[in-house]
C-alpha cells in the first residue's frame, strides 16, 4: 500500500476546507440527495461525499456506508485530489499497487471499484472527492462519468452556498450589535443635547415673560426665533431616535407638508453667511414624505453648499418638482465642485476627500452617507453633477 502523497498546496488547501466550517456537521438532505443520485446513475452500493482534512478523510454524506470518517492513509480520495483536473479511476483495487494490500480493500467496505470526481473550489482547491465504490471490479460508461462530474460541481454550489449564508449571518449579527450599540449611544447622546435645549427653551421664555415690555420689537423678534428654533429642535431629536431604531419609521410616519414652507423652517437651522444668497422658485407645492428625513437630506445639502464654497459670493439655487411617481429636488452651489472620479466616493461612510472647507476644518465623512442612506429608505436615488470650480448639482428623488 503506498500512501498518498501531500498536496503542495495543502496549507492553503486546509484553509480553505476549514474556511466552509462544515466538518463533523450534522448529516443534510441536499448532500443526501447527490449521493443518492450518483448511486443510481452509476449502480454503486456505495456513494460518499469525502472531505481530506490533515489525517482524516470525513464524510459529509455517506450512502452505503457506516462509518463516517477514516484516517487518511488509507483515503482513495486523498490521491485522487493529488490530481484536481481529473478524475481517478480504479477498476479493480488488487490490480493496484497504491491500494492492493489497503485494509479498506481487504477487508470492510471491500473497496474493489473506484471513482471519485475531486471538488474543487472558485479558488482552486481540492477540498476532497464525489466518489462511488463498488465490492466488484468494474467501469462507468461515459455518460455515467459526466453525470458524476456535474454532480460534484452541485456538491461544490451546495458548500458555497452555505458558506455565504454562514458569512451573511454572521455579518447580520454584528449589524445587529452595532446598531444595538448605536440605538443606545443615540439614547444618551439625545440626553445630553436635550438637556441644555430645555435650557435655552425655558431661559428664552423667562426672558420673554420678564422683559417683554423692556425690549423693542426687534429683541421680542430674536427671543422668539430663539424660542421656535429650541422647539423644533427638540422635536427633530425626538424623530431621529425613533428613526435610529427603524428605518420602517421613515415610511410610516409620512406627512403632508409645503416645501417652501419646509425649506424657508429648515434655512432657520443652517448658519448662512451674509454673502450667501438661496434661490428657490415662488411655487406652490405639497409633498407627503418623512418631514424629519426631508430636513435632515436640506440641512446636509444646505450646510455642504456653504462650507465648500470659495465665492466671495455664495450662491444656491433649490429647484423641485414632481410627477406621477417622484418628487424631484435639485440643489445647485456655485462653489469648489466635485471631480467625477469621486461621485461614488462622497457617498460612502466615513470618506472624505481630504478638502478644508471655507472655514478650516476637515469633513466628518457622515454626511452625505446619511442623505444617501435617507433617500434611499424613502425609495429614492440621489446622484451628482458638478465642474471643478464653477458648480456643483445634487438631485435627489422622494418616492410619492
Known amino acids: 500500500m503506498l500512501k498518498p502523497p501531500i498536496p503542495e498546496n495543502e496549507s492553503g488547501r486546509l484553509a480553505a476546507l476549514n474556511s466552509y466550517q462544515i466538518l463533523d456537521t450534522l448529516p443534510e438532505q441536499g448532500f443526501d440527495e447527490i449521493t443518492l443520485i450518483a448511486s443510481e446513475i452509476c449502480q454503486t452500493p456505495i456513494s460518499l461525499v469525502s472531505l481530506i482534512d490533515n489525517d482524516r478523510q470525513w464524510f459529509k454524506s455517506n450512502k452505503g456506508l457506516e462509518v463516517t470518517e477514516t484516517p487518511k492513509e488509507l483515503a482513495f480520495c486523498a490521491h485522487a485530489i493529488i490530481e484536481p483536473d481529473k478524475v481517478m479511476i480504479v477498476k479493480d483495487a488488487f490490480s493496484d499497487e497504491r491500494f492492493a494490500d489497503n485494509p479498506l480493500v481487504t477487508g470492510n467496505p471491500k473497496v474493489i471499484f473506484y471513482t471519485g470526481v475531486p471538488l474543487i473550489n472558485p479558488d482552486g ?78 431661559t428664552s421664555q423667562v426672558l420673554r415673560d420678564r422683559f417683554k415690555d423692556k425690549l423693542d420689537e426687534k429683541g421680542n423678534k430674536f427671543l422668539d426665533i430663539i424660542n421656535g428654533s429650541a422647539h423644533k429642535l427638540i422635536s427633530l431629536l425626538e424623530k431621529m431616535l425613533d ?23 429648515v434655512i432657520k437651522l443652517v448658519n448662512v453667511p451674509p454673502a450667501f444668497t438661496i434661490n428657490m422658485p415662488s411655487r406652490p407645492m405639497k409633498i407627503t414624505t418623512s418631514i424629519i428625513a426631508f430636513d435632515q437630506i436640506m440641512i446636509n445639502l444646505l450646510n455642504n453648499a456653504i462650507r465648500y464654497n470659495n465665492k466671495a459670493e455664495g450662491v444656491i439655487k433649490i429647484d423641485f418638482s ?27 461612510p466615513m470618506t472624505t476627500l481630504g478638502t478644508k472647507d471655507r472655514f478650516d476644518k476637515d469633513g466628518s465623512g457622515i454626511g452625505l452617507s446619511t442623505v444617501k442612506g435617507l433617500v434611499e429608505a424613502l425609495g429614492g436615488t440621489i446622484t451628482v453633477n458638478s465642474v471643478i470650480d464653477e458648480f456643483t448639482t445634487f438631485t435627489f428623488t422622494l418616492k410619492r
Not at 458524476?148 to 452555505?162: C, F, G, I, S, W
Not at 452595532?178 to 435650557?199: G, Q
Not at 420602517?248 to 424657508?264: D, I, S, T
Not at 414632481?322 to 457617498?347: C, E, L, M, Q, R
Open 125 to 202: 482547491y481540492a477540498l476532497g472527492t464525489l466518489c462511488v465504490i463498488d465490492h466488484k471490479a468494474r467501469e462507468l460508461n461515459n455518460t455515467q462519468i459526466i453525470a458524476l462530474k456535474a454532480l460534484a460541481n452541485q456538491v461544490v454550489a451546495q458548500l458555497e452556498l452555505k458558506k455565504k449564508v454562514t458569512e451573511l449571518n454572521a455579518t447580520k449579527r454584528e449589524l445587529e450589535q452595532s446598531n444595538e450599540y448605536l440605538e443606545k449611544f443615540a439614547v444618551m447622546a439625545a440626553h445630553d443635547i436635550r438637556n441644555p435645549l430645555t435650557n435655552i427653551l425655558l
Open 243 to 265: 428613526y435610529s431604531k427603524s428605518s420602517k419609521v421613515l415610511m410610516q410616519n409620512k406627512e403632508e407638508a409645503e416645501v417652501l414652507q419646509l425649506l424657508h423652517e
Open 322 to 348: 414632481a410627477d406621477n411617481w417622484f418628487y424631484t429636488f435639485n440643489v445647485t452651489d456655485n462653489g469648489i465642485g466635485i471631480s467625477p472620479g469621486n461621485y461614488k466616493k462622497i457617498f460612502e
